[in-house]
């Protein structure tokens, strides 16, 4: 029999450093002469985290909507095709901040029907600060799905201590325990974690981990309806709507709307200007808590990919090999597109008019 693929779950809040774990992780399995692939999920059309991704790794994208909820369905298939087409030793998925995991995981075991591969771990990366202040306030869909994506976790990154007073990473650990008593924790700055941990977790042997055996997953992880109950969580907002095929066999389908999270995508006409920019999105308001792009601005020759992650701004200057869209996408909670997509256009004209 082939060997299973080892497939690794990379999960976390919108921001909260999975993209950066990943690509450390990439560089670790390709140093060790091994051949990782991503599959990449993101809620809005263009897929800016890939770009992260170095050329020459496998990777396939599912655009426009959220794994465990629209998607789902494709899961399957696009695993076995990234299997089938590169043959990599490893897969790493990566979903949106969004997602709940508890049916990611779901996802990726019954795609474990359809081609060899072998779900081995399910990674959490947590945003320290931000966990600390949805703790703090105790309530809301946010702090809820932090709550889903930390039971469900084998392995928990707890990212962004340079963000938190050092005292505070007591409270949070306790918080943390309370939800899952088993999954060692890691704190980290920027994802530094012992990437040896991969091999450790390759090696270890055993069925391939389904929901039936919990098998190698954290048996705390618990969920409040399977695919045929209805939902009594309100942070989900399921619209169960039939039923579907998965796999050649008929698997009720969720639908979940994720209401609460929206998306904002922005393809710009031309450059802007940088400093207006960064006066923007430094009043953007609180309920926009992620933004990604790729920009190129009046005042400056390269192009940048932009960061926007819980109040922290960041632009790294890029080379890109290829023709990338000018482009922003906003996350968040019931904000008003309209209102935001007016104020980019008038950084549009403006930069337009200073060309003039
Ligand atoms: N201050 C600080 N920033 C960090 C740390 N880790 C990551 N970041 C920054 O946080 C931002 C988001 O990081 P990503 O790795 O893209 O987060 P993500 O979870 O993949 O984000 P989504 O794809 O939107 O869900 C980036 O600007 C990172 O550089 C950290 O430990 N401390």
């Known amino acids: 029999m082939k060997q299973a693929v080892p497939v690794h779950i990379l999960s976390g809040f919108l921001g909260s450093g999975k993209t950066t774990l990943l690509t450390q992780a990439l560089d670790y399995y390709k140093q060790s002469g091994k051949k990782p692939a991503v599959l990449m999920n993101e809620l809005g059309d263009v897929n800016l985290d890939g770009m992260l991704v170095e050329e020459g790794v496998p990777m396939t994208e599912m655009l426009s909507g959220c794994i465990c ?72 869909k946010t702090y809820r799905l932090m709550q889903e994506q930390i039971r469900c976790a084998t392995h928990l990154v707890l990212n962004k201590t340079d963000l938190i007073a050092p005292a505070d990473l007591g409270e949070l650990e306790r918080v943390i325990r309370e939800w899952n008593a088993v999954a060692p924790i890691t704190a980290t700055i920027r994802c530094h974690i012992d990437l040896t941990l991969f091999d450790r977790l390759e090696g270890e042997t055993g069925d391939n981990v389904s929901l039936s055996s919990s098998k190698g997953l954290n048996s705390s992880c618990t ?46 006409k031309g450059p802007i200007d940088s400093e207006q920019f960064e ?78």
């Open 223 to 268: 969920h409040e309806h399977s695919h045929d109950e209805s939902c009594t969580d309100p942070s989900h907002l399921h619209e169960h709507e039939g039923e579907g095929h998965l796999n050649g066999k008929e698997a009720g389908v969720t639908h979940h709307s994720h209401d609460h999270v929206m998306v904002y995508t922005h393809y710009f």
């Open 69 to 140: 909820c629209t998607i789902r369905g494709d899961l399957g298939l696009e695993l076995r095709e990234l299997i089938q087409e590169n043959t990599p030793d490893v897969i790493f998925v990566e979903c949106t901040g969004a997602a709940n995991p508890m049916e990611m995981l779901d996802g990726v075991t019954d795609a474990s029907l359809l081609t060899e591969l072998e779900l081995k771990s399910v990674i959490t990366v947590v945003d320290a600060a931000q966990l600390l202040e949805q703790h703090r306030k105790g309530v809301g």
């Open 279 to 356: 006066a923007l999105v430094g009043r953007l308001p609180s309920n926009v808590y992620r933004a990604k792009g790729i920009l190129r601005f009046s005042d400056t020759s390269s192009p940048f990919m932009f960061q926007y992650a819980y109040r922290e701004m960041d632009f790294v200057k890029i080379t890109p090999k290829e023709e990338l869209p000018n482009v922003a996408v906003f996350i968040g909670e019931h904000f008003s597109k309209q209102e935001l997509a007016l104020e980019l256009e008038t950084l549009e004209q403006a930069a337009g008019e200073q060309k003039d």
